[in-house]
């Protein structure tokens, strides 16, 4: 069980803007979607307008990102090739900009990075959502 109510992961010289709170989430890949907007899938979604979209959606936070990084063997395979983004906690990096962190796989390992709000998403740039 992931308890998505702790306090989250703060990078040195970040802070937390805003920590959307799940209680307790049971990992299984099988319970987690993906979500694209219609821009991002036609191109790319300028990230301030994708978090509006997303205020109504299950977003997971970023206490699911980091227990991941902690047992990277159950990330499937398939999530490869994808930057997925854990709206459910925003931060703002040491200079006050907002930004969202995501999962990633860096060629022999998976690893945290982020984009800033005013950054584009693309299609390789979906939400993860409890489903």
């Known amino acids: 069980l992931i308890d998505c ?6 990078p040195n010289g970040w802070s937390v803007e805003k920590h959307k709170k799940g209680g307790f989430f049971k990992f299984d890949p099988a319970k987690i979607s993906f979500y694209l907007a219609k821009k991002q899938k ?7 307008d994708l978090r509006k979209e997303l205020v109504s959606q299950p ?18 395979e398939k999530w490869e090739g ?21 999962l990633r796989w860096h060629g022999s390992k ?22």
């Open 5 to 10: 109510d702790s306090a989250p992961f703060v």
């Open 82 to 102: 994808k930057y997925i983004f854990f709206w459910g906690t925003i931060y703002r990096d040491s200079d006050g900009s907002p930004n969202v962190r995501c």
């Open 110 to 131: 998976w690893c945290w990075d982020y984009e800033w709000l005013n950054g584009g998403f693309d299609s390789d740039s979906p939400a993860a959502l409890a489903s």
């Open 59 to 76: 977003v997971l936070n970023a206490n699911v990102l980091d227990y991941l990084l902690a047992h990277p063997e159950l990330i499937p």
């Open 42 to 48: 036609s191109g790319h979604s300028e990230g301030n």
